[in-house]
């Protein structure tokens, strides 16, 4: 077993004063974290059959793909808005100043197909939330939800309660 978080740099007052900020690219630059890091995530789920796996702009674009390839699924990447070419679906959610908007383009689930969401950080929970309700507004079942970190403080696993969460490393 590795000791993911003394690969994980924590930065204190960014981006901005009292914010703690949790750098991946340290365990990025690894091979032996790296590598052990997806495994966790693709292994939680290797017992469930799953069609897609969704990752949430931008860390979750370097974990899902690995996920998706160790899992023999596809990936589907979820964006900020407007940056998707084709036709796209969209959920807002509020942020803690405002709101925000997550797309993937409609073709992008199929109805029943079983999606599984990576993101690199579980904070709040408003992104996954609301990229849950996108899968499941175009007929996705949401498999789970699969995330490097937890801020275990910030209590975004209870708005996802209805969903099988699985955190690497909780803080």
Do not use: C
């Not at 978080?5 to 790296?34: A, H, M, Q, S």
């Not at 990936?75 to 407007?82: G, I, L, S």
């Not at 007929?139 to 275990?152: K, Q, S, T």
């Amino acid at each position: 077993m590795i000791d993911l978080k003394k690969l994980i740099r924590e930065i204190p007052d960014y981006p901005k004063p009292g914010i703690l900020f949790y750098d991946i690219t340290t365990l990025l630059k690894d091979p032996v974290g790296l590598h052990w890091a997806v495994d966790v995530l693709a292994n939680t789920f290797l017992a469930q059959k799953i069609d897609q796996v969704i990752g949430i702009e931008a860390r979750g674009f370097i974990f899902a793909p690995m996920v998706a390839y160790r899992l023999n699924a596809g990936f589907v990447p979820a964006r900020k808005p407007n940056k998707l070419p084709a036709d796209r679906a969209s959920m807002s959610y509020s942020l803690e100043y405002g709101k925000d908007a997550i797309e993937i383009h409609r073709d992008a689930i199929s109805p029943g197909q079983e999606v599984l969401i990576i993101d690199d950080l579980l904070a709040t929970g408003g992104t996954a939330a609301a990229t849950a309700r996108l899968v499941e507004s175009l007929g996705g079942r949401v498999a789970g939800i699969g995330f490097v970190i937890e801020l275990e403080e910030l209590k975004g696993r209870e708005k996802l309660s209805q969903y099988q969460i699985h955190s690497v490393v909780k803080y």
